[in-house]
């Protein structure tokens, strides 16, 4: 049973365009959601996260949405670089609980010169 | 820097013959994870320490082991890997249950001939 699911497995997008990257999760007790990048050879690093009293969070060129009503969540980048061209994976946890992350099974951002 | 650190990054082993991944952590933090991360997948927690009060997954098989002998260091034992063992085993880190980053190490790629 999946909770956190990235439905997209691979994502392209033009340098200077939005990337969109999209989070679907099932259980409503998720209250906490983070977005993490991974290049390869690297382990996951902490890009953004949002609380679910929240409906968006920004942090320069990233913005992460939150539907709860929909429980979907997205990752907006923009402008898109190079750079950042990695595997964008989406967590949620219980804050608080010991019950930890649980992550999606992430999408391949490549950002096209 | 304080950091995650995991040796080896890549290990090789025969089918059937114990392994042994380290990570230790130079921030001090609390809870010490571990995770199984196979191709196109998200990672998958199999346990985690709080302290010394360890934690296993309900579906993490009994050939995964795990020891902490002091706060900066946690080792994964593998005691008879098999061939569906193969995968990227990550170790990440958490000041304690009230705060939802975590850090990540590099990873270890395991490979099993």
């Known amino acids: 049973d999946q909770q956190v699911k990235q439905n997209s497995p691979s994502l392209s997008v033009q340098e200077g365009r939005i990337s969109i990257l999209n989070c679907d999760y099932t259980?409503?007790?998720?209250?906490?959601f983070l977005w993490y990048k991974k290049y390869p050879a690297e382990g996951p690093t902490f890009l953004i996260s949002?609380?679910?009293?929240?409906d968006k969070n920004e942090d320069g060129r990233f913005t992460v949405f939150l539907n709860k009503s929909a429980k979907h969540l997205s990752l907006h980048i923009v402008p898109s670089q190079p750079g950042d061209s990695a595997v964008y994976f989406c967590?949620?946890?219980?804050?608080?609980?010991?019950?930890?992350?649980?992550f999606g099974s992430g999408t391949q951002l490549t950002v096209l010169p | 820097d304080a950091m995650v650190i995991q040796n080896p990054r890549y290990q090789v082993t025969q089918f059937g013959k114990p392994v042994t991944l380290s990570c230790s952590q130079t921030?001090?933090?609390?809870?010490m994870y571990w995770y199984q991360q196979k191709s196109s997948q998200a990672p998958k927690l199999l346990f985690h320490?709080?302290?010394?009060?360890?934690?296993n997954e309900a579906d993490t098989p009994d050939n995964f082991q795990s020891r902490r002998p002091n706060t900066s260091f946690c080792f994964l034992d593998i005691r008879s890997p098999g061939l569906g063992d193969a995968a990227m085993y990550l170790c990440?880190?958490?000041?304690?249950?009230?705060?939802?980053?975590?850090?990540f190490g590099p990873g270890t790629r395991l490979t099993v001939l």
């Open positions: 967590a949620a946890r219980i804050s608080g609980s010991a019950r930890q992350l649980t």
């Open positions: 259980n409503s007790m998720f209250d906490y």
């Open positions: 949002i609380s679910s009293i929240k």
């Open positions: 921030l001090n933090h609390n809870v």
């Open positions: 320490y709080y302290d010394k009060d360890f934690n």
């Open positions: 990440a880190t958490a000041r304690s249950y009230s705060y939802n980053e975590q850090f």
